[in-house]
């Protein structure tokens, strides 16, 4: 969330303001650049013999300039992103951080994060500073070799020519300082193009509609099965859920409890599709490291199971269908008068990927274990 909101912000002010007016900068010193070199020339040729080695060092300052700035630049970059993600979730679950006496602890993570990003932003002034220094001297340079030439040739030049090629020269200091400066950030503007063509070019999720005909006023029942369900988040990374197979009965209330990351959230993910069943053709056609279509069709795909709802394998139907057809109740840190689980029909244990099925909440309390205490502790079991 935090590089997508890091790329919605950062990134397109970028292209849209920051783009345009380092290119307008630099074309403009570049042409009031070129317009007084070519009046310094005409009036002492003998610069000309001056000049090349100038930009010859003009040059390799921003060739090594360009190589630092431009890495320092996407580090700036990818430091906002954690800061921006911390600071979304603080705000989603900020009840739940002073209800837990966390404020201090998260505070101190914030802080982590912010100092992350001065430091890169830090890094990018210094180079900048770096640069300045290195140009001005140049430019003290530029203007003592044009000011030797003219006393040389004082001769042969006029007082008001004299004057005229050491105002030029003087203007050609600053300028060609702020045309190379201008190139150079718009050179580092262009890693938010970089970065936003990245996410041009992510492969897509499956099709919105496919050509499986529905029942109308589908799905009516509500009956869901899964079958030997297995899921990642993304290719290449472990299973979150492996071979879950369980059946909810029409008009049943089933309750899901598991420890933190046990997968409670993976199940409502898996029956919108946000994530698909484990080597499925789509989990691998959407995956980033797959750029060739055709080792889709010559790696054998493995079999992740399936989810139905009414007898529909919600694999063969259009995300935009299935999604339509589904509805949930975001989870906010609300607090609740009665309880929840314990009026469920079903309850489901997940703990490290796995599902255990329980007919009810007293079948699951009868074990002694983490929930049996948790429960104890609610005062939903008699104390013996």
């Not at 951080?97 to 890094?123: C, E, G, P, V, W």
């Not at 099925?357 to 929930?371: M, R």
Request: charged share 15%; with cysteine; aromatic share 8%.
């Amino acid at each position: 969330q935090g590089r997508v909101l890091n790329r919605f912000s950062n990134d397109i002010a970028g292209v849209d303001e920051g783009i345009p007016h380092s290119l307008l900068s630099f074309l403009s010193c570049f042409l009031v650049l070129a317009g007084s070199l070519f009046i310094l020339c005409f009036v002492t040729p003998s610069l000309i013999l001056v000049i090349p080695v100038l930009a010859l060092f003009y040059l390799l300052f921003q060739a090594y300039y360009l190589r630092t700035s431009s890495i320092l630049k996407r580090l700036q970059s990818v430091a906002k992103s954690p800061l921006y993600q911390h600071f979304t979730e603080t705000l989603n679950g900020v009840s739940s951080i002073r209800a837990m006496q966390l404020s201090d602890r998260f505070t101190a993570k914030s802080d982590a994060h912010a100092n992350a990003s001065s430091n890169a932003s830090y890094a990018v002034l210094m180079t900048n500073r770096w640069l300045n220094v290195r140009l001005e001297a140049l430019a003290s340079i530029a203007i003592l070799c044009s000011a030797l030439l003219i006393v040389f040739s004082r001769g042969t030049l006029s007082p008001s020519m004299c004057g005229l090629a050491l105002s030029n020269m003087i203007q050609i200091s600053s300028t060609s300082i702020w045309c190379l400066r201008a190139y150079c950030n718009l050179q580092g503007q262009l890693v938010a193009v970089e970065r936003l063509n990245e996410y041009l070019h992510k492969r897509t999720e499956a099709p919105a509609e496919t050509g499986v005909y529905l029942p109308k006023q589908w799905p009516q029942q509500g009956k869901i099965v899964f079958k030997n369900y297995s899921t990642r988040y993304r290719e290449g990374l472990d299973l979150v859920m492996k071979n879950v197979s369980f059946t909810v009965k029409p008009a049943e209330k089933v309750g899901i409890v598991g420890r933190t990351g046990a997968g409670k959230s993976s199940l409502t993910l898996a029956l919108f599709r946000i994530i698909e069943a484990a080597d499925s053709y789509w989990a691998r056609s959407s995956a980033q490291n797959l750029t060739d279509s055709s080792a889709l069709e010559q790696e054998p795909l493995l079999d992740g199971g399936s989810i139905e709802i009414d007898g529909v394998d919600i694999s063969t139907v259009g995300l935009q269908t299935l999604r339509q057809h589904l509805a949930i109740i975001p989870q906010d840190p609300t607090l609740f008068a009665g309880t929840t689980v314990m009026d469920s029909d079903k309850i489901l244990v997940l703990e490290q990927g796995r599902v255990e099925e329980y007919e009810s909440p007293k079948t699951l309390l009868a074990h002694k274990g983490l929930f049996h205490s948790l429960a104890e502790q609610a005062g939903e079991v008699v104390l013996r």
